[in-house]
Structures are given as C-alpha cells and as structure tokens.
C-alpha cells in the first residue's frame, strides 16, 4: 500500500495531523506538567523571597528583589500561559505537520515501506533525533533551575545535539539499507548499533551541563523531565499515527474507484 497523493495533499494531511497532536499534547502538558512548573516556581520565589530578607530583621522583599509596595507583575499571567500552551502547541504540530508530510513526500521514493509503515517510520525517527537524543543529554529543566547567563550557550548546545541525533538517525538508516538482500534482523541490528554508536561518540564529545542545585528536590526535578518527555512523546506519537491513519483512509477510499475502472475497462 503506497504512499499515494500529491504534495499539497500530503501536506494538508500534516497540517491536520499536526493541529490535533500539538492540542493532545497540550492537553497533556496542562495536566501532567503545568502542576510541576507551579511547583518549581513556588520553590524559587520562596528562596528569592529569602535571599531578599534584610539583615536587620526589616520586612523581606518579594520575589525578584522588589519591596511589596513595588512588585512588578508578569508579562503574562500563568494562567495566561497555561492558555496560551494550546495555542502554542497547536501552531507547533501545524508547522510540523507541514515539515513531516515533506518528509513523507520525499522518502516515499527511496522507500518499500507502506504508506503508514512509512509514516511510523517518520514519526520515530524524528522523535529519535530531535527529542530523544539531545533530551538524554541535555534534560529539561524546571524554571527554577538553570542561570539565565547561560541560556544562549545551551540553545547552540541542544542545537547541535539535534545535529547529532539526525545524523544518527541518517547512519542508521544508511547502514540498513546498506545491507539490502541480508536479514532483515541483522538490518536492523545494524541500523541500531550505527545509531548508538553515533550517539554515543556525540555525547562523549558534547559538553556536559549541569545547573542544578544541591537543595533542588530530585523527585520534582525527574517528574517534572519525564513530565516533558510524555509532552513530546505525545505530540510525535498522534503525528504519525494520525498521518498514518489519514493515509490509510484516503487509500482505502481510492480503492473502490480503482477497482470499478478495472473491472469496466
């Protein structure tokens, strides 16, 4: 069963896709991970509100060092943020939706995969490259971890450690077709071991990062990184699977057609 339709209408597809997957994996966020970032951000205003406190006993700052006669307010809101997750989120999933039917596009000629093998396919290899590969490297971090003087340097990190897991994707899947005519086993094997093996030279040559403090709780800081991981594990996962199933729709529909202009001629 091939990939079958044109560019745009792969790419309509995508968008589709992608609109529903990024509101799943808001709705995730909102629910699995909005409680852990309130969270860590009670831990930092608690500790600024401490660092604040004057050493003759005065009234303690608010949080951010500014009296309480002068505390400026958030640009937006947190539960403007919330809010603002699915729209977010849903503009993400569209514009990756966009990004992954051109994929599909592409790599439905140099494929014998099926129209939804292949966009299985996509799917984890993607998801391989661009979140888990730089994740286990570079985690998440809540708010109140990590010191804003650094922020540009660990942007261009988790930049290259996306570099990295798409060229692990890449070697994988040129060592398995590599051994087209072996056994399919010893292909994949193959392909998982080129795979490991360039992350692993990768992360050895990546420098490490860590900005956690001492007294930050471990248990909230791992909830709070798998917490992202489900995030985007969802939005990856209802991509494909939701561009796989419009696939296998739309080829099942053509098939009746076919089938009739068959038997006529």
């Known amino acids: 069963m091939p990939l079958i339709g044109s560019l745009k209408t792969l790419l309509l597809r995508g968008l589709l896709a992608g609109l529903v997957a990024g509101l799943?994996?808001?709705?995730v966020g909102y629910f699995v991970g909005e409680p852990k970032v309130d969270a860590a951000i009670a831990i930092e205003e608690a500790g600024s509100a401490v660092t604040a406190d004057h050493p003759h006993g005065a009234e303690p700052e608010a949080s951010g060092g500014h009296s309480h006669g002068d505390e400026?307010?958030?640009l937006v809101s947190r539960a403007g943020q919330k809010?603002?997750?699915?729209?977010?989120?849903?503009l993400a999933g569209v514009a990756l939706g966009a990004i992954f039917a051109s994929v599909a596009h592409f790599a439905r000629r140099y494929s014998t995969l099926s129209g939804p093998r292949l966009a299985l396919g996509i799917g984890l290899g993607g998801w391989a490259a661009i979140v888990a590969v730089p994740f286990f490297k570079y985690p998440a971090n809540p708010p109140a971890v990590g010191d804003p003087d650094t922020i540009n340097q660990r942007t261009l990190l988790w930049v290259a450690a996306v570099l990295l897991g798409l060229a692990a994707v890449g070697a994988g899947v040129y060592?398995?077709?590599l051994l087209r005519g072996r056994l399919d086993t010893l292909r994949l094997i193959a392909g998982v071991a080129a795979f490991v093996l360039v992350t692993a030279v990768g992360y050895i040559l990546l420098p490490g990062i860590?900005?956690?403090?001492a007294d930050f709780p471990a248990t909230l800081?791992?909830?709070f990184r798998v917490s992202s991981l489900a995030e985007t594990a969802t939005l990856w996962a209802c991509l494909a699977l939701g561009f796989a199933a419009l696939s296998e729709f739309a080829t099942r529909g053509d098939t009746p057609v076919r089938e009739s202009i068959?038997?006529?001629g």
Do not use: R, S
């Open 24 to 27: 799943l994996a808001a709705t």
């Open 72 to 74: 400026e307010e958030p």
């Open 83 to 90: 809010a603002g997750q699915f729209l977010a989120l849903g």
């Open 175 to 177: 060592v398995y077709k």
């Open 210 to 213: 860590n900005e956690v403090k």
């Open 221 to 223: 800081l791992w909830q």
């Open 262 to 264: 068959a038997t006529a």
